[in-house]
């Protein structure tokens, strides 16, 4: 029993230090590449343009059901004047990062994974090799890069439609002040806040898309039966990891933000 | 012999764990012709390929091409072939001139076109790799070898999963190619004995070592006894 | 997809996102940030009953400044509350400060009242304001109220 906690212990850590390895390789790979701006085009495509339809929806759907739910709740002290802010702080603090994050992971990191797991069983990655060609500057460092763009600029659409969202249902269905909805908001949130809620949309696309990518291009070692079962594997881990990894950032940078 | 015109691997061994796949393996394979290694399944063959290419890391040993020390300038051609399917077979092959060396724009569509006329690939330049049929993709993936003019074109397994009317194409191909283009191959084959009739030499690989080194007509002389089993599977199962 | 479209639609994607992030900074988080500089005056409390650092500070209802750090005085015993007042405000020597309530149980604000300038006779405030009142202690009224000790007195 010992021994077995012990063997896992030692796999968690030693996977964490392959972890740290892939990751300083991906960030320092990029300026080695050729057309890095091309590169990093199709990456910003795939991770952030393709994203927008759903982080628009759901941020929308998300300011709607926070502007019933909290109008509920305040009622109850009267103080619905408080809406605009309660909606803004907990979507810009918390709900907009980990919302936004969790559902590029869906869309974009799941296919970033499986794509280089394929690309791994078809020797694709080995090929790269024997051109010379660094497989882990020309997959993962672009996909890293755009990801640091694109996740601040996804957190923002979604902080600003479920801002709106909450509008919708506090102000017009619901019949709070309209003044009293946006001043609450522009005398509550500080830069402060909204920095605080880009600096977790920019680790959470760091950490994600590192991990999507690590277990894509291992997938022949880090499944337990290489081939099509353990793309799925690894994608599968893909996803569940990098949603685990964001909300366990999220509380450290939350802890950490409060400490200041 | 001499050291210029050969790949020489001097006491080159790789294992994994505990298991010694290469060992202490001399071979000089001569530049410009064509060698085959051959083997059982699972006795290194690829890994043979992997150490020359530099895709892995030997243990010990030195590989060296032209009496130069190090890895040569060498192309690998994959057994699923290894195209990028979000890439045409134009961009496919140019990639590598485009990612690596001093080619300019021009320069590159210039050499690509050629590659792909001679070839005979042209009219499928700005098709998907799913889109093209099997011997197409193998002929856009030497296209792909080629490119880069290398001396070695390594070849692992070309052959595997296909017809015995696409396995003679192949082969076909590669003399073919061989001849027009005069790289060095060396090749890692099941299909015993039609890849004899391509090959210059045979290498036998077996438990870690090379058994036998000769022309395909010295090995059908003067057959190792232990070889023959494999040459001929009625005889093993007699 | 081709290559144009995916470029213009990145290209879209980064400026909108750039213009987006701006508008949110300035529009919604700025208008502290963006409000010039504030005169830092210290005001002295007996009792601050859930003022916290971030709340407003009010004349006539109108937000003029906000709460900066609250310390506790170790000899007095009293709150000593920051005060980061708009600069186009002036402050007199009979200025009195507030701990108000929005509500019942809302958010506690500081109403101020900046003084008046009379001829010869006020002066611009000096060191700390002194002349507060604190917080109202509801509790303490409801139980006062429960237990009929306000009418006592």
Known sequence: MISKLGRYSIRFVSEFGELAGFSGRAAVSLPGQRHVFEKLTRALFEIGVRCVPITLIVG?????????QLYYVLTKFSSESLLGQAVALSIILEIGPVFTAIMIVGQAGSALSAEIGIQRNAEQIDALHTMQINPIGFLVSPRL??????????????????????YLTGVQLLGVDPGAYWNRIYDAVSLQNIFNGLVKAFVFGIVTTLICSFQGYYTHIKADIPGARGVSQTTTRAVVYSSIAILVFDYLITSFQMGQ | MSNDSHLQLKGLSKAFGSQTVLDRIDLDIPLGEHTTVIGKSGTGKSVL??????????DSGTISASGKQGIPSCSYMFQQNA???SMTVEENVALPLRETGKAGKEEIEQRVGDMLAQLELSPASKKYPAEISGGMKKRAALARALITSPEIILFDEPTT??????????FDMIRDYRKRFGFTVVMVSHDVPEVFEIS???????????????????????????????LNPKLASA | MNSRKVD????????????????????????????GDTQKVTAIFSNIGGLASGSNITIAGVKIGTVGPIELNPETLKAEVQLLINNDIELWNDATAAIKTNGLIGDKYVSLYPGTEIEGISEPLQGK????????????????FAFGSVTDE
């Open chain 3, 129 to 144: 304001l002194v002349d507060t009142e604190s917080a109202i202690d509801i509790e303490g009224l409801i139980s006062r």
């Open chain 2, 161 to 170: 999963g296909l017809d015995p009317q696409r396995k003679y194409a192949v």
């Open chain 1, 60 to 68: 929308l759907f998300t300011g709607l059901v926070l502007g019933l």
């Open chain 2, 49 to 58: 390929l992997k150490c020359i290419s530099g895709l892995l890391a030997s």
């Open chain 2, 83 to 85: 195209l990028f399917d």
């Open chain 1, 145 to 166: 890069w755009a990801a640091v763009i694109a996740f601040p600029i996804l957190t923002t659409f979604f902080d600003l439609i479920g801002i709106y969202g909450g």
């Open chain 2, 200 to 230: 210059d030499h045979i290498a036998w690989l077996d438990e870690g070592k090379i058994k036998f080194w000769g022309t395909p007509k010295q090995l059908a002389e003067n057959t190792p006894d232990a070889l023959k089993p494999f």
């Open chain 3, 8 to 35: 213009f639609s990145v290209g879209l994607f980064v400026l909108i996102g750039l213009l987006a992030i701006v508008y949110m900074a300035v529009q919604i988080g700025g208008s502290r940030f963006l409000g």
